[in-house]
């Protein structure tokens, strides 16, 4: 993976939108069609957690000891909120976030099963408006690693292709299917890595109409890395496919944010020199944290602490 030697302001610059606050609820089973289904008992239904897939990987990141900033736009509550604060906190560069007036910040509300199965409604606010802003470039030309993540719209293509011309590594965390068909190949052209889940690769290859992971890199990307929870994940290039083993917590409470948290950690795992193959691993070490409480930021381990549990084998 080619990453920029030269000094940069920030090692790893975050794009997308999608909504700032996540409500979290743990459900018995996952329903049945027209079956209503409690909640456990310990839920906690009346905390709001910080959240977007963008400013979880900026969390995870600065965390992990990363200077990083966000591309985002957010709204009219925002300066508000107390986010800009807990931002600040983590060191995380927030001065280039679009504010849109016309609507507040928007809220996922998140259910899952004790077997993290589950599914997330959104309502988006701000973040609708997103494709009608173009992300500042001053950031780009600064980052050696650029995550982009939902909302994939004109917005985070300008964000991915302004960091393809200024030679940062571009990682594609997510839903890269949910793109609009005349955007899906620009973007596939700008990609260097793809993270992908099992569920999420299976609606990119509708979409591209091909078969296999495999055939994602004749579209664009140099690494494919598609991840299946506690089975580990796998790492697909022109030289292959190489399975990574998990790394498994015995204290599973939330598993959402653990996607962004992998791929945070392996953008850092490659800034700090780690081949592939390690990075993934490091990654899932960094999620292996997170899932341990409940919210996508509550949980961040240090590299230190994330190193020693993805490789305590070795």
């Known amino acids: 993976m080619r990453i920029p030697s030269?000094?940069?302001c920030y090692d790893l610059v975050a794009v997308g939108g999608w909504t700032l606050y996540d409500h979290i609820f743990q459900m018995q089973h996952y329903p049945r069609p027209g079956e209503t289904v409690e909640l456990l008992p310990d839920s906690v239904v009346n905390k709001t957690y910080w959240g977007d897939?963008?400013?979880n990987v900026a969390a995870v990141a600065a965390g992990l000891g990363l200077k990083v900033a966000v591309l985002s736009v957010v709204g009219n509550d925002f300066p508000s909120c107390g986010y800009p604060e807990a931002l600040a906190k983590l060191g995380i560069e927030s001065k280039y976030l679009a504010i849109d007036q016309r609507l507040p910040s928007g809220h996922s509300f998140l259910f899952s099963d004790p077997e993290g199965d589950g599914f997330c409604l959104s309502w988006r606010g701000a973040s609708l408006?997103?494709?009608e802003y173009t992300p500042s470039q001053e950031p780009l030309k600064q980052a050696k690693i650029?995550?982009?993540n939902?909302?994939?719209d004109g917005f985070t293509l300008a964000g991915a292709q302004g960091a393809a011309d200024a030679g940062a590594l571009i990682i594609s965390n997510g839903m890269l299917g949910t793109a609009d068909t005349e955007l899906l190949d620009e973007y596939l052209t700008c990609i260097d890595l793809l993270c992908i889940s099992e569920a999420e690769g299976k609606m990119l290859l509708e979409r591209l109409g091909i078969e296999t992971e495999n055939d994602i890199l004749s579209h664009g990307p140099r690494a494919v890395i598609v991840t299946?929870?506690?089975?580990?994940?796998e790492v697909i290039t022109a030289d292959g496919k190489t399975q990574v083993t998990p790394v498994l917590t015995d204290r599973v409470v939330d598993v959402n944010g653990?996607?962004?948290?992998?791929?945070?950690g392996v953008a850092t795992g490659l800034l700090r020199e780690l081949p592939l193959i390690d990075a993934v691993r490091f990654g899932a070490g960094v999620a292996s944290f997170v899932i341990e409480a409940v919210g996508c930021q509550t949980n961040l381990p240090t590299w230190e602490q994330a190193f020693a549990r993805a490789f305590q084998d070795k």
């Open 6 to 8: 030269e000094a940069r």
């Open 258 to 264: 653990a996607g962004d948290s992998f791929v945070a």
């Open 53 to 55: 897939c963008v400013f």
């Open 146 to 148: 650029v995550v982009i």
């Open 228 to 233: 299946h929870g506690a089975r580990g994940s």
């Open 129 to 131: 408006f997103q494709d």
């Open 150 to 152: 939902e909302a994939f």
